[in-house]
């Protein structure tokens, strides 16, 4: 059962940086959201054999790299199912799924709402550019039109999609924001997705300096606002309501939405339990009804 | 969680000697600071201004900058192993008797620093600007150089086997002749 069932350590952020060195373009915001990534860990003290990240393809899909863990570097956008599958297999285990907004939303968009209407006992952090950096600069899902990208020379013709809005309207348990620029906001909020039994996705701003030239850390500072106080996380309207902000000019950073719902292990479990640990079908019959 | 400093107007504060591991500084202004005998492991800046800022014997180990002004700082004595500069301005810095095993300085401006008496072994400059560097007695083995202007810095008695570099080194016959360095010549991808 995830992290619950983790065993605490008391390591140090450090002690879950890897062998191997990290390669991101100088300036990327993705620095920012591993640093806080490693503080999360730390401080959720998390056991690195008891860990596995899982990302699919892009700059930010190297992290499991630069992280001490188990990993798995799978196909472009199929990190959700590949994590899917582990998170049922070795449901002792926590699951760190990471990506970026193309690799989320465009080539595996279809997986998205599936891991969060099943309620998969997982962590998604989300590093959201606004651009493909690894293929040197294409127009992604979260692009704003104003950007002039190589697919896009006289800017999109295309609004981008509210990844919030999504996540919130097909049942994931755990919403939150934060922004590359303030590392501190990024841990706490993955130290709590972590924390939290069941689907849990976090939405991160990075800047991309090579190829996404506005959205630069200045413009993501003046873009986000905290998360009101009395905002009450177990409201779906109101979480609703602040994400749609984003729709707006402004984005909220802070916890958006949690709920307990069970999670597709628990689920699949009680109908293990129900039939007694045995299924009370034959298979071949069920093959024998589908020969030719 | 650590301290978290973005955002912020801090400039000319005195911090010395304090134990900020792991501190956040992203996006703020932190000219002429002293920060002279802190605790700073593990510290993480981005696209700040800490121009002319103190750091003499303070711990950096692992420190993460980048795109960071830090131009005329004061390093002296300082513990700066397996710190990164990417893409920062550390023109006329000043790293006299620091620690640097391991400084990862990736496109940084460097021009006119001091590293006088520095083990910088293993340290990657790669794509740094060094005009007028003074690396004189410093530990340069293993550092890598490619893409560097290296040519126009001043090695006086270094070490230098195991660099990287393109083309001819600059400080070439002079170290092997005075015997004070062994010098291998890698010539680079």
Request: glycine share 12%; charged share 20%; with cysteine.
């Amino acid at each position: 059962m995830s992290i619950a069932a983790v065993k605490k350590t008391t390591l140090k952020p450090k002690d879950y940086k890897s062998d191997v060195s990290v390669v991101w373009c100088p300036g990327c915001g993705h620095y920012g959201i591993l640093n806080a990534i490693y503080r999360a860990l730390s401080e959720a003290g998390v056991d690195p054999s008891q860990l596995i990240s899982i990302s699919g393809i892009g700059c930010s899909s190297r992290s499991p790299y630069f992280i001490n863990s188990y990993k798995m570097h799978t196909l472009h956008g199929r990190a959700g199912p590949v994590a899917t599958g582990a998170q049922l297999a070795r449901p002792d285990l926590a699951i760190l799924v990471l990506g970026g907004d193309g690799d989320g939303f465009s080539i595996g968009g279809g997986h998205m709402p599936h891991m969060a209407r099943k309620n998969v006992d997982m962590t998604y952090v989300l590093f959201d550019n606004g651009i493909y950096g690894l293929t040197k600069g294409q127009y992604s899902p979260t692009s704003r039109p104003e950007m002039k990208a190589y697919t896009t020379p006289y800017g999109g013709p295309e609004e981008p999609m509210n990844p919030l809005l999504y996540m919130l309207t097909y049942g994931a348990t755990y919403v939150a924001q934060a922004f590359a620029g303030k590392p501190s906001v990024c841990a706490e909020l993955i130290k709590g997705g972590l924390e939290h039994r069941g689907f849990s996705y976090i939405n991160i701003y990075s800047q991309c300096p090579s190829f996404n030239k506005i959205d630069t850390i200045e413009f993501y500072r003046d873009l986000v606002e905290a998360v009101p106080k009395d905002h009450d996380v177990t409201d779906l309207g109101a979480a609703i309501n602040l994400a749609r902000q984003s729709s707006e000019g402004r984005a909220p950073m802070g916890l958006l939405y949690k709920a307990d719902r069970p999670t597709l292990d628990q689920r699949m479990h009680a109908m293990v339990e129900g039939v007694n640990g045995r299924p009370d079908y034959d298979l071949n019959q069920i093959i024998d009804l589908n020969r030719p | 969680m650590d301290a978290d400093l973005s955002f912020l107007e801090l400039v000319g504060l005195d911090f010395s000697g304090l134990a900020m591991a792991g501190a956040n500084v992203s996006g703020s202004h932190v000219r002429g600071c002293v920060f002279a005998g802190c605790d700073l492991s593990g510290l993480y800046v981005q696209e700040s201004d800490l121009t002319a800022c103190d750091f003499r014997g303070s711990v950096l180990e692992e420190a993460f900058f980048q795109k960071t002004a830090l131009e005329g700082s004061l390093f002296h004595g300082a513990d700066l192993r397996w710190a990164r500069f990417l893409l920062c301005d550390v023109r006329r810095g000043q790293f006299v008797d620091a620690n640097m095993e391991g400084v990862h300085f990736m496109d940084a401006q460097l021009d006119g620093a001091c590293f006088e008496g520095v083990t910088l072994s293993d340290a990657v400059l790669r794509g740094s600007s060094l005009t007028g560097v003074r690396f004189v007695n410093c530990d340069l083995r293993g550092v890598d150089f490619r893409k560097t202007n290296f040519h126009h810095a001043d090695y006086a008695s270094i070490l230098a086997e195991g660099a990287l570099f393109y083309g001819k080194p600059p400080w070439g016959g002079d170290v092997a002749a005075g015997g004070a360095a062994e010098m291998v010549i890698f010539d680079g991808e």
